[in-house]
């Protein structure tokens, strides 16, 4: 007015402010909120859509697959450069192990095979060496050092033989048998080396069939694991053969010795070939590799526990396929 310059302020009141403020937080909740929600859903939807090749892979190739990966999986369907990509390098290693396998397979096999005539040719001469009336004291003991090397041989050689045999899958497993029958028969194989340690040894078995099995394989097996049992046993000690049914869908066998036990180190070792434990007890560490390879071919499951100088309990369990 005048000359005179005012400042004209307009403001609200603070009670229209508070309902403009209150107004826009319902907008907020109302409308912002469900939207975060569908926003949140169509991620989780889209997610799993994309990501399904990737469960795909997961599951048919890793988590179904079973060592060696013989079963054919169908191609991934996938515009997904990175998925496909992903399915084929993972087949395409599958492969190579699958092949390195197959290649060590056959070296064995081979191996054992062309090992054995030369043992066999040679045993047969040092035999007509022995027979040889000419010969003195002192030669006639170093061909008997010579002829026990040779035995030693064909024995690791006709072990393996035996691994590769199972492994290539030589054998059938179609006969039913009463285990309590095969274990008294190794344990009467056994038996003067039973006698010999002074060692008690206990079977309770219930009279219990299993099917889809070879019964020369499971002989071999519960001979490794008895021969161990006695083996490894101090003297005077004692081997108990038990059994447990679980509702008709396993049954096991254990069998337990008072020995000198196994230490948790050397525990994950023992089932591999020429693995042993001290090198004062005479052995090829072959056993329970033999007993590996039975068990994996008839679909047994092994258990192992062991305390140092207690003993050590083998849990040999039969599934609804055999039962
Ligand atoms: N019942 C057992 N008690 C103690 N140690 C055992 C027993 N069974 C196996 N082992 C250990 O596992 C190793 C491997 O066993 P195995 O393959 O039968 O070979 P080997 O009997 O020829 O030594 C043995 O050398 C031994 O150290
Ligand atoms: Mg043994």
Redesign the pocket.
């Known amino acids: 007015m005048g000359n005179q310059s005012y400042l004209l302020e307009i403001g609200k009141k603070t009670a229209s402010i508070n309902a403009d403020a209150r107004a826009l937080q319902q907008t907020a909740i109302y409308i912002l909120l469900p939207l975060a929600l569908v926003i949140l859903l169509i991620q989780i939807v889209y997610n799993r859509y994309l990501l399904k090749p990737l469960g795909y892979i997961i599951r048919s190739r890793l988590l179904k697959a079973g060592f060696p990966f013989n079963q054919q999986v169908g191609k991934l369907k996938s515009s997904t450069y990175d998925f496909l990509y992903l399915d084929e390098s993972i087949s395409r290693l599958m492969q190579q192990i699958n092949y390195a396998f197959e290649k060590e397979r056959e070296f064995s096999s081979n191996a054992s095979h062309e090992l054995m005539t030369p043992i066999s040719i040679l045993q047969s001469k040092i035999e007509n060496l022995m027979a040889d009336d000419g010969l003195t004291d002192g030669q006639y003991k170093k061909l008997e050092a010579t002829m026990h090397i040779i035995r030693r041989l064909k024995k690791i050689v006709n072990a393996l033989l035996l691994i590769s045999r199972v492994e290539n899958s030589q054998f059938a497993h179609q006969d039913v048998l009463k285990l309590n029958e095969i274990i008294e028969q190794a344990v009467e194989e056994l038996q003067h080396r039973v006698a010999q340690k002074e060692i008690t040894l206990q079977i309770q078995l219930s009279p219990v069939s299993v099917k889809n099995v070879n019964r020369d394989l499971l002989f071999q097996l519960f001979y490794?694991?008895i021969?161990?049992?006695i083996?490894?046993?101090k003297t005077g000690g004692s081997i108990y053969i038990t059994d447990q049914q679980l509702n008709y869908k396993s049954y096991t066998v254990f069998i337990e010795?008072s020995?000198?036990?196994?230490d948790e180190q050397?525990l994950g070792e023992?089932?591999y070939r020429f693995?042993?434990?001290?090198t004062r007890?005479e052995?090829?560490?072959?056993?329970?590799?033999i007993?590996d390879s039975i068990a994996r071919h008839e679909g047994i499951i092994l258990n192992v526990e062991?305390q140092k100088e207690k003993?050590?309990k083998?849990g040999i369990i039969f599934g609804e396929n055999h039962l």
């Open positions: 490794n694991i021969n161990n049992a083996k490894f046993n010795d020995g000198i036990g196994i050397q023992i089932f693995k042993k434990g001290t007890i052995g090829y560490g072959l056993g329970l590799a007993v062991s003993g050590t083998f």
